[in-house]
């Protein structure tokens, strides 16, 4: 009885946990402070959220689409951060400006 207890508790923290990280999303570093997180790979559309400090985030996805110019850098490089509904410019991401293992959006 107290292992089937324990087995149920175990997948259920399992469970809540795959929900704020979904297994196949890859967790990177956002190096900036107040990046914006966009409605579409795009600087003109719709800010979604604000990410408001140095944090890491979950990346489902990423393509080619906008150039962003940062710091004497540019980058073309987007990622569809599902939790965030939104897009962030790998720029502001630490690591190279297309990031290995991380799918090519379709």
Known sequence: MAARTAQRAVTGD???RNVV?????TPEQ???TSVNVRATPSTSARIVTVIPAPTTV???CQKHAESVAYGGITNDAWSCLPQQQG???NIFL???AWMPGVPECP
């Open 58 to 60: 979950y990346v489902k």
């Open 87 to 89: 897009w962030i410019s």
């Open 21 to 25: 990280h979904p297994p196949p999303d």
């Open 30 to 32: 956002v190096w900036a």
């Open 14 to 16: 399992v469970a809540r």
């Open 94 to 96: 630490k690591g190279p």
